[in-house]
């Protein structure tokens, strides 16, 4: 079945650094979806990518779909203590399921 | 307030024991899901429901039911034949694009102890 990882695993930022983070699909995919968990919480939605080699900016936070559909990757710029958390990749297929990446935890270091 | 909500947040069981986990949602979303998270761990899917009276297996059903009576309502029940229910559970709901699923919009989710 589809399988979508995450690299790295662990991600420790010294404050205002910047940092990327990875999701890779066994298969291609119809769309990619990041989800932001923080400690305690519930994941919630960040943003759809859907095109061939989309690129969404949110303030700090650039997210880019690969040309084959099959990757992406998120960018933080400038982190800060608010970027705590774990972040997830989901990526779609046919049967409106995701699947989701085993995430990136980030420690930011103050 | 529109949303989707979970009860209990905390839950405690006997082993053996049926147990029902609460999933309401009032955003008029077509298609809900049930997750499971271990710790340090990604979403599992439990079980999804795209309209009323139906619904699909995910990756780890074994263990789990689910009904689909009303729109609004998904509740799931973590059987005995569950191995290792001690997990965190959540609920989402999404709307249905083509062929696409959309943002999935989740509850606070139940943090269900087998003792």
């Known amino acids: 079945g589809q399988q979508v990882m995450q690299i790295p695993q662990y991600q420790h930022v010294q404050e205002g650094e910047d940092f990327t983070t990875y999701c890779n699909s066994s298969?291609?995919?119809?769309?990619i979806q990041w989800y932001k968990q923080r400690p305690g919480g519930h994941p919630v939605f960040l943003i759809q990518l859907v095109k061939s080699g989309e690129v969404k900016k949110q303030k700090r936070l650039t997210f880019q779909f690969g040309e084959a559909k099959k990757n992406s990757s998120l960018h933080i710029t400038a982190t800060q203590t608010t970027d705590v958390g774990t972040y997830f990749c989901a990526g779609g297929a046919a049967g409106n399921k995701l699947t989701f990446g085993g995430g990136t935890r980030v420690l930011v270091k103050p | 307030d529109g949303g989707i909500t979970q009860s209990p947040k905390y839950l405690f069981r006997k082993e053996g024991q049926n147990v029902t986990l609460s999933c309401e949602q009032n955003?008029?979303?077509?298609?809900m899901y049930w997750y499971r998270q271990d710790p340090g761990q990604g979403l599992r899917l439990i079980y999804y429901s795209q309209i009323v009276n139906d619904f699909q297996k995910g990756d780890i059903a074994e263990g789990y039911s689910v009904s689909r009576e009303k729109k609004e309502s998904f509740p799931l029940t973590v059987t005995s034949a569950q191995k290792n229910p001690t997990a965190f559970y959540l609920c989402?709901?999404?709307?249905?694009?083509?062929?696409?699923?959309?943002?999935?919009?989740f509850g606070p989710g139940t943090r269900l102890t087998v003792l």
């Open positions: 298969t291609t995919l119809s769309n």
């Open positions: 989402a709901s999404s709307i249905i694009h083509r062929g696409t699923p959309g943002a999935q919009f």
């Open positions: 955003l008029n979303h077509d298609a």
